[in-house]
């Protein structure tokens, strides 16, 4: 079985993993930079959702479920840095009542762990410094040191005989018998029986490399931007992540509050929708930041806010479209036999970076049996 894997983010080291950890044959990753993780996978939150939010019966419900214990079974056995620190969703407004309701409801549908309504004396006992009129607590949301598990990821792959191609752009893909031919920005050409498309920000345009007619599939992504700013010297003031409901159309869960590991304290992202997008962070979107999180950290003052890091999100969903679910699709019906798309993988792709391994090995399998 050789199998090439274009995407070195990390649903690219999870997939290369697991394949590597379970089956014999030729694996390869190929990826354009010069190291793994370095787009999405990156510059992230680094949180360990719970799958509170997204619809029943879709693949960011399920996998996201199945990936979050997962992923801490992981962390635990590997000795990869993360803490169990819990979120507070809460409501600032008579509106945003309604909306935690709303939220509550749907982890009941989906069957969510660790859901409970919180009033605002429960909110104010947990986090004395935030403003709430009520609440949702998650228990089994927390925080992850995401290099360190692409890291693990990549070092077992490795250790199991996967090939690494690093500064190997795909430039070409064609369909042949047996396969697929693969070129790479050095030249080079290989035949993989199976291609596993997992390039991130990148994976419309592998998909039209190899034939797919994206915008018919309604696979073109829309790059969304988030910013993040930092408060320094606030370390302590809240323990747990706190959230404010999400953005209204889907695309944002808002200004929120994160800790990394050493309890610092971030907020981010916001939701940009653009073309040519960069990296840098706009000092003058402080104020905005700061009036949004005011609204639920009473003791902020604009000046504590430090421009931190941005990222940007390989959105299917555009800025006036509803829900769109990831698409991971073995593409036979399509007519691209053992070729496999793993396209608008945004959050929790972190959270459920295991369970999405585990689903494309499947089709992987089923297709090789």
Known sequence: ?????????????????????????DLIVFEKHDGFGQETSSRNSEVIHAGIYYPPNTLKSRLCLEGNPLLYQLCKAAGIKYQNCGKVIISTNEEEKKEIENIYQNCQAIGVPGISLLTEAEVKKLEPNVFALTGIMSATTGIIDSHGLMKYY??????????????????????????????????EKILAEQVINAAGLGSDQVAGLAGFDVKKLHYNLYPCKGDYFSIPGAKGKIHHLVYPVPHKKGYGLGVHATLDLTGQIRLG?????????NYEVDPAKRTEFYHAARTYFPWLKEEMLSPDTSGIRPKLQGPDDGFRDFVIKEESANGYPGFINLIGIESPGLTASMAIAQLVERLVMTRSD
Do not use: C
């Open 154 to 187: 990549y070092q077992q792959a490795q250790a199991n005989g996967t090939l690494f191609a690093f500064n190997h752009e795909v430039t070409g893909i064609s369909k042949q018998s047996g396969g697929y031919i693969i070129e790479t920005s050095n030249g």
């Open 269 to 277: 992202p916001d939701a940009h929708y653009g073309e040519n997008l």
């Open 1 to 25: 079985m050789a199998v090439s894997i274009i995407g070195a983010g990390v649903v690219g080291l999870a997939i290369a993993k697991v394949l590597s950890d379970r089956h014999d044959g």
